[in-house]
Every structure is written in structure tokens, then in C-alpha cells.
């Protein structure tokens, strides 16, 4: 009894000492009964070390706590803002790709125009070993060397070095010669009269329209022009649109290249492409939609006559390969007034008629046996009917010849200059001796030389 009570009385005192620090929990157990705990912090020890623990393995533990806790508020936080944020996700994927196609789509462009380039430099080497070739095959003209009068005694040979065969001199001096009298292949060697074509100029550029609507159109001088108006003056259509009514006049070539018109004219029926033409005071061109000629007259600026060209197709059914609904084209010549166009009847060749400049009637008729549409354009020379074979390439050909005065066609080959490759007009000027054409833009016109009559 003596013990018990000394052994309470320790407890006691011990339980006074750590009464601060200890505690006592009572709860069930995991098998239903109830448990006692008692827990008493030590006065000295912090913490419990485990064998073979370290402080940097304690701090190791730390850190991965940490790491797993911040771990954790960030799977929790993406599960928490997936509903606010995805849509603003989903927005910058958008505007990125956009960037990204934006920019792929620049760098075509930008590889489809140097392919461009280099198509264009390939063409103009081509020209240019064309042109080399043409120059080396040219029959090169050398003349004797100057014969010396047989009763001029002041002569003596080989007194004068310059005259002596090996001499430089004397090479320059032939060549001087051999150039001068060679025969001139760069301008029109008959200069009146009719012939054949034989040759035609590179293109002379006099304007580029402004704006879309002269992508094409129509320009001429009248070669027997009528007062108030005189043969320097220049009339221009431009053939793009629905509703075609202006005509243009310039006082002469200088205005045109300046843009300047002196007159404006607004036609009472629309116009049909490219095929007008002027002759004699009047402006004759294609109504719109119909195969119905009409007759302006510039001076009392009306409508003076109007006919319909029997059985000619008309806005579509027959064009130059070009396109444009040029089924009708009526060009002039040192013969007069033409159409050229075609008909079911002759399926789709050539058809020319000669026209009364005055009433319309048709005077005569012809039929080639060259489809229409397998050219690109077509012009009159004195009485006989040109093809151009292409309107796009730049180095094509004047391709078949009808020769209305003995009713015979045949196929030719003068070289062509489409320079910027959409040539949709070309016609004659008697007065002038010139083609006009409208190439891609640009008015052009080329000198021309026809050779004598056989």
C-alpha cells in the first residue's frame, strides 16, 4: 500500500510538470471498442528522427510536399477556369492560324510573281536568240571595190596605202560604202500604189488607258476625214461594259498621248465590241446584241443609216478566238468599206462583204476557207483580207492572205508583235499606212511595207 501510494503521488507530480503539454483522447476503435489515449509531448526532443534520416532528407520531403501541394492548385485550378478560359484559348488558336495561312498566302503570291518574272526573261531570251538567229542568216551585201578609169593616168597603183587591198583603211571604207547603198528592210519600200504585205514594224506604244475599261477598245483616224474635223483627228472607244456609248476625239496624236480630249461624244445605240471604224465623216460600228449596222455622221452627230448585214452571226456565235463578240468587224482600205464576219451558211469561215460607205448595202461578197474563230483578228489591204494567227503571243504570225480580185486564199508568214500579249484589235489606216491595234491596254500602231504587185 505504502508503494501504490508513492507510485501515485510521482504521477501526480509528473502530470503537474507536463500538464501544458500532455492530452488525453477517448474514441472508438477500429473494431468497435473504445480506446484510452494519452499523449505527453517530450520536454527536449523537437521531433522523432527515423533511422537513417538527415536533415537534407527532411528538407527533400519539404520541397516535394510543396511541390505536390502546388501541383495539385494547378489541376485544380485548370479544372475550376476550364470553362472561362476555353473560349479565349480557342480565339487565340483562331487569330494564329489566320497569321499562319496569312502568311502562306503572301509567300504564293510572291513565288506565283517571280515565276512570272522568270517566264518573262525566258520570252525575251527567246526574242532575242530569234533576232540573232534572223541577223545571222541575213545575207550579208558587199559591193567591188571601185573601178578606176583605165585613161586616168594619175592613178598608180600602190602609191596611195589607203587604197591598197590589205590595208585597214581601205575595209572601212568599203563597209562605209557596203552600208550606204544596202537595201532599206525597216520602212515601206513602196510608198503608193497596192502590193502584198510583206513586212510589219515592231509596235509604237501612244497611250495605256487608265482604267479597267480600256482593257480593249477600239481607236482610228479617218484617212478621208470631212470638216469640221481633218485627218489628224483621233477617235477612241473604249469597248469594255454593258452600255458602250462614248466616243472620244483628240485633235491629233500628241493630245491622245496626253490624255487630253478635245471632244466627247455620246452615241444614241450602244456599241458591239471592237469592230467600228471611221471613214469619210462617219463613225460605222455593230449594234449592241443585234448584227444591225449603223452609220454616225460626226457632223450633225445622228444616226445617217442603218442596215442589218443579211445572215451574219452576231454576240458570240462567230468571234475572233479572242472572244469579245466581235462577230462583226468592218475595216477600210484604199478600196473602200468592208465587214468582215461569217454566216451558218459558210459554218463559221470567213465571209467578206463590201459596203456602200453611204447606205450600208452590201456591194459584194466573198467566202475564205479560214474558220473565224481559229484567228485572232483580221484587217484589209488594198482588197485582200490579213489574219493574225494569235492574240496573246508575243511573237506570232500574219497567217493566210484572200485575195478579193481573183477570189484565191493562201497561207503566209510575216512575223506578228503582240508585245503585251492581248492584242484585240487591229485595222488598217490607207491614209497613213499603218496598222492600229489595241494590245492589252496600250495603243499601239506598226508601219508596214508591201511589196510590188507580181
Known amino acids: 500500500m505504502r508503494f501504490l501510494a508513492v507510485l501515485c503521488v510521482s504521477c501526480l507530480l509528473m502530470g503537474t510538470q507536463a500538464q501544458s503539454s500532455a492530452s488525453f483522447r477517448r474514441a472508438n476503435a477500429g473494431n468497435g471498442r473504445c480506446q484510452y489515449s494519452f499523449t505527453v509531448d517530450s520536454p527536449t526532443e523537437a521531433s522523432c528522427p527515423s533511422p537513417g534520416s538527415s536533415t537534407e532528407m527532411e528538407a527533400l520531403k519539404s520541397r516535394l510536399g510543396l511541390l505536390e501541394a502546388l501541383v495539385a492548385r494547378l489541376v485544380g485550378g485548370e479544372a475550376v477556369s476550364e470553362s472561362s478560359t476555353g473560349s479565349g484559348s480557342l480565339s487565340g488558336l483562331q487569330d494564329a492560324y489566320n497569321q499562319v495561312m496569312g502568311e502562306k498566302a503572301q509567300i504564293q503570291r510572291e513565288k506565283q510573281r517571280l515565276d512570272r518574272q522568270v517566264q518573262d526573261l525566258q520570252q525575251r531570251m527567246e526574242e532575242l536568240r530569234q533576232e540573232a538567229e534572223r541577223l545571222r542568216s541575213r545575207p550579208c551585201m558587199q559591193q567591188p571595190p571601185p573601178r578606176v578609169p583605165q585613161n586616168d593616168s594619175s592613178f598608180k597603183p600602190g602609191s596611195d596605202p589607203a587604197w591598197h587591198y590589205s590595208s585597214p583603211r581601205y575595209q572601212e571604207l568599203t563597209a562605209v560604202v557596203t552600208e550606204v547603198s544596202a537595201p532599206n528592210l525597216e520602212g515601206p519600200a513602196d510608198i503608193s500604189g497596192c502590193g502584198d504585205l510583206v513586212w510589219v514594224d515592231q509596235p509604237e506604244v501612244h497611250r495605256k488607258a487608265d482604267s479597267i475599261a480600256g482593257k480593249y477598245g477600239v481607236w482610228m483616224q479617218d484617212p478621208e476625214a470631212k470638216e469640221p474635223y481633218g485627218p489628224e483627228m483621233v477617235w477612241r472607244i473604249d469597248a469594255v461594259g454593258s452600255e458602250v456609248r462614248q466616243l472620244f476625239g483628240y485633235e491629233n496624236m500628241d493630245q491622245l498621248s496626253r490624255g487630253f480630249p478635245t471632244k466627247v461624244l455620246l452615241l444614241p445605240e450602244s456599241v458591239e465590241s471592237t469592230g467600228a471604224t471611221m471613214y469619210r465623216g462617219s463613225l460605222y460600228y455593230q449594234r449592241r446584241l443585234s448584227r444591225t449596222l449603223l452609220r454616225y455622221d460626226l457632223l450633225s452627230e445622228s444616226i445617217a443609216a442603218r442596215r442589218d448585214l443579211p445572215h451574219s452571226g452576231f454576240h458570240g456565235q462567230f468571234p475572233y478566238s479572242?472572244?469579245?463578240?466581235?462577230?462583226?468587224?468592218?475595216?477600210?482600205?484604199?478600196?473602200?468599206?468592208?465587214?468582215?464576219?461569217?454566216?451558218?451558211?459558210?459554218?463559221?469561215?470567213?465571209?467578206?462583204?463590201?459596203?456602200?460607205?453611204?447606205?450600208?448595202?452590201?456591194?459584194?461578197?466573198?467566202?475564205?476557207?479560214?474558220?473565224?474563230?481559229?484567228?485572232?483578228?483580221?484587217?484589209?489591204?488594198?482588197?485582200?483580207?490579213?489574219?493574225?494567227?494569235?492574240?496573246?503571243?508575243?511573237?506570232?504570225?500574219?497567217?493566210?492572205?484572200?485575195?478579193?480580185?481573183?477570189?484565191?486564199?493562201?497561207?503566209?508568214?510575216?512575223?506578228?508583235?503582240?508585245?503585251?500579249?492581248?492584242?484585240?484589235?487591229?485595222?488598217?489606216?490607207?491614209?497613213?499606212?499603218?496598222?492600229?491595234?489595241?494590245?492589252?491596254?496600250?495603243?499601239?500602231?506598226?508601219?508596214?511595207?508591201?511589196?510590188k504587185q507580181e
Open 322 to 451: 479572242w472572244g469579245g463578240y466581235t462577230d462583226i468587224d468592218l475595216a477600210i482600205d484604199e478600196n473602200g468599206l468592208w465587214a468582215i464576219y461569217s454566216t451558218n451558211k459558210a459554218k463559221g469561215a470567213i465571209v467578206l462583204s463590201q459596203l456602200d460607205p453611204h447606205n450600208l448595202e452590201v456591194k459584194g461578197t466573198w467566202e475564205t476557207k479560214i474558220r473565224k474563230t481559229s484567228v485572232a483578228n483580221a484587217f484589209m489591204i488594198c482588197g485582200k483580207l490579213y489574219t493574225v494567227a494569235s492574240y496573246t503571243s508575243p511573237n506570232t504570225t500574219i497567217n493566210y492572205m484572200y485575195d478579193t480580185a481573183t477570189s484565191q486564199g493562201k497561207t503566209i508568214s510575216v512575223p506578228f508583235k503582240n508585245r503585251y500579249r492581248y492584242n484585240s484589235m487591229v485595222d488598217y489606216n490607207p491614209g497613213q499606212r499603218k496598222l492600229h491595234a489595241w494590245d492589252n491596254y496600250y495603243i499601239v500602231s506598226y508601219n508596214v511595207r508591201l511589196g
